[in-house]
């Protein structure tokens, strides 16, 4: 598992766009799928997309279909979430984290020995 910094939340209205970034100085994290997480007060940490090590697959939580985009850029040992359309419900803290596999990456939240950065606060007000 490689280890993340989150980056590029804030403060926007509904309607706005941010785009986060995560990354890492691990030259092994071209090796590994991607995610971005999320997690709000009260409520457990969730999967909101995933991209694979090469790109070529990716998985989307439908209420951000159409809305985030999950890229990343192996060069520079980054990844990045374009979340536009913003709603107030998609207010968290989110993360990122890798795995092996998209599968793998999906089941991280419910990994007890999942190593989590400090996270990136998005507030949508409405």
């Known amino acids: 598992q490689v280890q993340l910094v989150e980056s590029g939340g804030g403060l926007v209205q509904t309607g706005g766009s941010l785009r986060l970034s995560c990354s890492t100085s691990?030259?092994?994290?071209?090796?590994?799928?991607v995610g971005w997480f999320r997690q709000s007060p009260g409520k457990e940490r969730e999967i909101v997309a995933a991209?694979?090590?090469?790109?070529?697959?990716?998985y989307y939580r439908d209420s951000v279909k159409g809305r985030f985009t999950i890229s990343r850029d192996n060069d520079k040992n980054t990844a990045s979430l374009q979340m536009n359309n913003l709603q107030p419900e998609d207010t968290a803290a989110y993360y990122c984290?890798?795995?092996?596999?998209?599968?793998?990456?999906?089941?991280?939240?419910?990994?007890?020995?999942?190593?989590w950065g400090p996270g990136t606060q998005v507030t949508v007000s409405s």
């Open positions: 984290n890798t795995a092996r596999d998209i599968d793998s990456v999906l089941r991280q939240p419910y990994n007890s020995q999942a190593h």
């Open positions: 691990e030259r092994t994290f071209s090796f590994y799928a």
């Open positions: 991209l694979s090590s090469s790109g070529g697959g990716w």
